[in-house]
């Protein structure tokens, strides 16, 4: 709360203006704030929302790229080693006599051959068209096998080529047969057929992709189960635990999820004329470990520059609205100057208007009455003489009374000469402190100077300034009990260009009912002998010397009056 | 000892003429007047030791008076009236010459005395 309060200004707080004002400059604030916050906001979101989807975009379609780059290379060499163990298959059937290939000898020296150029072949043998294995060389006793009811017999007989699957068989290890078929001119087919090692020769075709040690490279048949062995979906021959890809003549890409709900990517090809599906898996969360520190240091960048943001604009919001606040006070502070100015002078006027009218009539009076006095001095005693003399002694004190009142209200806005002479404030007001010395030593009132170090003289009227501050620190003495205080200080205003002088007393104040009314003639709050006239004259000869007064007050507390004087040249 | 000759001159002939009346009861030879022409007039024909003069009038003005009648007759004594409250026009009157200057409503006992005062010097 006490972080907000620092950063709240005073209209937010509600110090100081009317109710209506305070709420249009933080209405002023709230829009300021909003319009400035949708306009940068706006755009950084939406531009990091889109660029956060094309970034994912772009890194989908780089993690897919390699994968099916890799699926399609891989699938190739797959197809390649496979046609190139047909291709040879094909040339020997064709090159060889059926004579040659079932003569033991000649078939093992084919096999010799074949094992030094191709690599791979396990066995070869030669089966008729009645599915007797005429031939055979290899690891095994095979010769004489009877082929007949196989399947891959079938096949082989119908297609005139033949790939199986990876199994055991007799040899018990993985392995898988190729098999090509010839026809005999005239009588019947023969076909040779071959094993295959398929754990060395198909795991050399496919390993050298293993990039990352999340990922997976194997071969499963068409019906899910594995061709190779996998790192993590199975061993050769098991079930693997991803699901058949829907069939599909090119290398594609999919995205799936396995039973432990991890999700991965797949690509895979469906090798041709071969059962086998060569299958590449990578696991998604490695990755994506790039696209998720980028969505990271998106995400932070993001919130850092709303923040960011938001902070400039509420300073500068704050800072804006004060502004246009203190330019209004201002404003309004110059309009109630101007106002009140125009109302002294008008006051002023008047005073002096009315003055002067009375002064004559009471001159009349005067001389009438002293009149009547010198005759009634001069006549012998009659009845009531003695009352009589009285009487007009009275009037005329009365009319005397009457005078001090008229001249002093016209004096509060004469024609004044001034003369302007180099003035020491302290030592001026030192004078006029001077004057009151006796009061202040009986009614024990102590009186306290503050002044800065090389305060400037200044260009003046001195019998008008005596005036001014006899005015103000008689009031100060008139509102206070014996003990108190005043303190008078001084402080050079350099925007301005004026001195200022601050008198303060600690009397009883002035209510705010009449602090408004304080400057204007005849208003007094004193009980007895006061006209009402000094702080008039007061504010009258300030304003004659280029000046303004103003006045503070705190009932109970005591009142300041402070004047501003033109420090270098004055203006009148 | 011969009586004062004085010539009171103010626009408020009511208070010339109360005013001539309190200064006879004293002994003092009075002429009143209420214009300042007529004062210029009234010097040529008879002498003055004192002149009491408004300073402000309808027509010629009080200042203006003193001047041309002391660049005739140098010698004749000034006391202004003034109804303003400043002392400001006072002393410009005596800046002009004059004796003396005196606020209205007047004191007649100041005024008896500033008269004496003139024609002692």
């Known amino acids: ?572 | 000892m011969a009586p004062l000759r004085v010539l009171l001159i103010d626009d408020e002939e009511e208070l010339v003429s109360t005013l001539a009346e309190r200064l006879m009861l004293r002994g003092i030879e009075v002429e009143v007047g209420t214009s300042g022409a007529y004062a210029i007039e009234c010097v040529q024909e008879k002498k003055f030791d004192v002149v009491v003069l408004d300073m402000k009038m309808p027509g010629i003005g009080g200042l203006e008076v003193m001047r041309r009648i002391r660049r005739e007759q140098p010698g004749i004594k000034f006391i202004l009236m003034t109804g303003r409250g400043s002392l400001e026009e006072g002393e410009e009157g005596m800046q002009e010459g004059a004796f003396a200057y005196l606020l209205k409503p007047i004191n007649i006992e100041d005024l008896m005395e500033k008269m004496m005062e003139a024609v002692r010097v």
């Open chain 1, 1 to 572: 709360m006490r972080f907000l309060r620092r950063i709240i200004p005073g209209y937010w707080a509600g110090e100081g203006d009317s109710e209506k004002d305070l709420f249009r400059y933080r209405r002023l604030w709230k829009y300021s704030v909003s319009l400035t916050a949708l306009v940068s906001l706006a755009p950084l979101v939406i531009m990091t929302v889109v660029n956060y989807y094309l970034d994912q975009k772009v890194l989908r379609v780089e993690m897919i790229h390699p994968i099916s780059q890799h699926t399609s290379n891989t699938k190739r060499s797959l197809e390649f080693f496979i046609e190139e163990r047909l291709s040879a298959l094909n040339l020997i059937i064709n090159d060889k006599p059926f004579e040659d290939l079932v003569d033991q000898k000649r078939l093992y020296s084919v096999l010799r051959n074949m094992k030094n150029s191709f690599g791979g072949f396990v066995d070869l043998g030669v089966i008729d068209a009645e599915g007797y294995q005429r031939s055979y060389v290899g690891p095994y006793e095979l010769k004489g096998k009877d082929y007949k009811d196989k399947d891959w017999f079938h096949e082989v007989s119908l297609r005139g080529l033949y790939v199986s699957n990876v199994f055991m068989g007799y040899r018990n290890f993985p392995h898988f047969v190729i098999a090509v078929k010839k026809e005999k001119a005239g009588e019947g087919f023969y076909v040779l057929r071959a094993t295959i090692d398929a754990e060395t020769q198909i795991q050399k075709i496919i390993s050298p992709f293993d990039l990352r040690p999340s990922t997976d490279v194997f071969v499963i048949d068409r019906e899910g189960v594995l061709q190779t062995s996998s790192r993590f979906h199975g061993k050769i021959l098991e079930k693997s635990s991803v699901a058949v890809p829907p069939y599909s003549s090119r290398p594609e890409v999919l995205e799936g999820q396995t039973g432990e709900g991890q999700s991965y990517l797949l690509g895979y090809a469906y090798i041709e004329q071969t059962p086998f599906i060569l299958m590449i898996v990578a696991q998604r969360k490695a990755l994506m470990m790039n696209w998720l520190s980028v969505r990271h240091d998106l995400i932070w960048f993001l919130v850092g520059s709303v923040v960011l943001i938001l902070l400039v604009i509420f300073w500068g919001s704050i800072y804006m609205v004060s502004r246009v606040r203190e330019a209004d006070l201002k404003r309004d502070a110059l309009l109630h100057n101007v106002e009140y100015t125009n109302k002294m002078a008008s006051i002023g006027r008047l005073a002096t208007g009315v003055a002067h009218e009375i002064n004559n009539p009471l001159a009349i009076i005067n001389e009438k009455a002293g009149l009547v006095k010198d005759l009634a001095l001069l006549t012998e005693d009659f009845p009531q003489k003695e009352k009589i003399i009285k009487n007009i002694d009275s009037l005329l004190a009365n009319v005397e009374r009457c005078s001090t009142i008229t001249h002093r209200l016209l004096g509060f806005a004469k024609r004044m000469d001034v003369t302007l002479e180099t003035i020491n404030l302290e030592l001026l007001i030192r004078e006029v402190l001077g004057f009151l010395e006796k009061e202040a030593s009986y009614r024990n009132i102590s009186v306290n100077f503050y002044i800065p170090e090389g305060f400037p003289s200044i260009q003046s009227d001195r019998g008008q300034l005596q005036q001014v501050f006899l005015n103000i620190i008689n009031n100060a003495f008139a509102a206070m009990k014996e003990g108190g205080r005043i303190d008078i200080s001084m402080r050079e205003e350099r925007e301005e260009d004026a001195v200022v002088v601050t008198i303060k007393d600690t009397g009883h104040g002035i209510s705010k009912e009449d602090l408004p009314h304080i400057f204007e003639p005849f208003f007094t709050t004193k009980k007895e002998g006061g006209v009402g006239l000094g702080l008039s004259i007061t504010y009258g000869i300030v304003e004659k010397l280029g000046g303004r007064i103003s006045v503070e007050s705190t009932v109970g507390q005591g009142t300041g009056f402070t004047v501003f004087l033109p420090a270098e040249k004055t203006r009148f």
